[in-house]
């Protein structure tokens, strides 16, 4: 009997699904690969009341996701927004905030940061400062302690499907906790020898914080690929470049060593922030595609 329903865990290739009707099974692909991710719109053919096969998958509105030049790791599907987590401690790559951002606005999804472990007075504005560039391009900057108290994110929230994102030990979990005390999510102290998390999370999860919101738990990362992007894609990722790409001399600018270029000009002029073009590079040499 075919069933709708929407991919709500997903482990390895295994998934739960929330049965439109009501209940939940655990569903295979057909096949030996597996391309879903949670959130995504599924029909499944049910062999026992909880057990079944996924037989197809629905058109998706949005995929957040990284890739390197040897697989792809699927994180949400049909989500509206992006909430990269970050914490005063233990200490953050803002590239890596960059890479969430460059691939979230790919999908046209909106973005917020959350700065949780606000109460560590001696580390929070050292965190501000790094965020900065982030703040002054229009990224909503949300700071809690998750510990405490999240209940100053649940306003961003609201309506939404969002996926968290972020590097170990920043919070996350603690996080899910303090929003949605029964989902018991798995949380460890931070490693302070290695200054970063232990891995926690080991699935992607949905949660539903009421009909219209939802929130989807990933797992800590150390890095965030974005080979599936070319560099044009990547130049658009980049909000304060906008106004200056059809500006430079030559179509296909790099933003190097090319006369007349814009955003090289624009950094001069202390209109962009210059580590922002060194991210830029950064991005474009680990993912180089032509344009």
Not at 5 to 21: M, S, W
Not at 163 to 171: D, F, P
Not at 186 to 210: F, M, N, P, Q, W
Request: net charge neutral.
């Amino acid at each position: 009997m075919n069933r709708t329903g929407t991919v709500v865990a997903a482990f390895g290739r295994q998934y739960e699904i929330e049965l439109d009707d009501g209940g939940l099974a655990l569903c295979y692909p057909r096949g030996k690969k597996s391309h879903l991710a949670c959130g995504d719109r599924v029909s499944v053919e049910l062999s026992a009341p909880d057990h079944g096969v996924i037989a197809a998958v629905a058109p998706r509105r949005t995929l957040l996701y990284r890739s390197d030049a040897h697989r792809q790791k699927l994180f949400a599907a049909n989500t509206t927004q992006a909430l990269i987590v970050v914490a005063a401690e233990p200490s953050f790559s803002d590239e890596l905030v960059t890479r969430c951002i460059v691939a979230a606005e790919q999908q046209r999804m909106r973005v917020v940061i959350v700065l949780n472990k606000a109460d560590l007075a001696d580390r929070i504005e050292a965190a501000r400062r790094q965020l900065a560039p982030f703040t002054t391009l229009g990224y909503p900057l949300v700071e809690l302690s998750a510990r405490r108290d999240a209940q100053a994110l649940r306003p961003h929230l609201a309506g939404q499907t969002s996926v968290l994102v972020g590097q170990s030990g920043m919070g996350k979990s603690t996080l899910i906790n303090a929003l949605l005390p029964d989902a018991q999510a798995a949380v460890r102290e931070i490693s302070e020898a290695l200054d970063s998390g232990k891995h926690t999370t080991t699935h992607v999860r949905l949660y539903r914080l009421d009909a219209e919101t939802s929130l989807i738990d990933s797992p800590g990362m150390q890095e965030f690929g974005l080979a599936h992007l070319t560099r044009a894609e990547i130049e658009q990722g980049f909000r304060e470049f906008l106004p200056y790409l059809d500006t430079c001399r030559f179509r296909d600018c790099r933003h190097r060593d090319e006369p007349d270029c814009a955003i090289k000009a624009a950094v001069a002029a202390g209109a962009i922030v210059p580590r922002r073009l060194e991210q830029f590079h950064a991005l474009c040499a680990a993912c180089d595609k032509p344009l």
